[in-house]
């Protein structure tokens, strides 16, 4: 019966070992979601800064007939 209950144990210890490296790499998943965020919100910010200077400029034909 001591094997059972030395089993049920490291069974145990598994568990708390498992969930651990799974909060860990859940920190990491979020980390990493976060960054990917922050990148894209950055590219976006760009994108509409490129697409008001564009807008602002005269058209490609106005340009050339002068």
Avoid: F, N, P, W
Avoid at 18 to 33: A, E, F, M, P, Y
């Amino acid at each position: 019966m001591q094997s059972d209950g030395s089993e049920s144990e490291t069974h145990i210890t598994h568990q708390r070992v498992q969930s651990q490296s799974l909060s860990s790499s859940d920190t990491r998943g979020k980390h990493r979601i976060h960054a990917e965020l922050k990148r894209l919100e950055q590219e976006t910010r760009y994108l509409e800064e490129e697409l008001e200077k564009l807008e602002r400029m005269d058209k490609a034909s106005t340009s050339c007939k002068e």
